[in-house]
Nanobody
Framework: QVQLVESGGGLVQAGGSLRLSCVAS????????MGWFRQAPGKEREFVTL????????YYADSVKGRFTISRDNAKNTVYLQMNSLKPEDTAVYYC?????????????????WGQGTQVTVSS
């Protein structure tokens, strides 16, 4: 079992930056692929980015490529999402997800563990 706790969300003006953090419980954090997903009101949950558990390779949705950066600190059991040049359309609840079997999947259904989410609101 893995418990995930996100933090760092908030209200920011367009063009601003936020850094989200997700702390995982347990001693095998490095064996999990970690992903960030988001869900806006009335929309389905969508993939944002992931960092591979074995190679550390990263993958991004086209909508955030060049603006968002995912990283992980295995010593701190933490994954980060640095969000720059934020746009109003980035407004959503952001969720951290983890799975030991996933390598590069961008499908939310493949991830076994989820955090409670943190709200990000970007004003225009």
């Amino acid at each position: 079992q893995v418990q995930l706790v996100e933090s760092g969300g908030g209200l920011v003006q367009a063009g601003g930056s936020l850094r989200l953090s997700c702390v995982a419980s347990g001693r095998t954090f490095s064996s999990y692929t970690m992903g960030w997903f988001r869900q806006a009101p009335g929309k389905e949950r969508e993939f944002v980015t992931l960092i591979n558990r074995s190679t550390g390779s990263t993958y991004y949705a086209d909508s955030v490529k060049g603006r968002f950066t995912i990283s992980r600190d295995n010593a701190k059991n933490t994954v980060y999402l640095q969000m720059n040049s934020l746009k109003p359309e980035d407004t959503a609840v952001y969720y951290c997800a983890a799975d030991r079997t996933v390598l590069t999947s961008q499908h939310a259904s493949r991830y076994a563990y989820w955090g409670q989410g943190t709200q990000v609101t970007v004003s225009s």
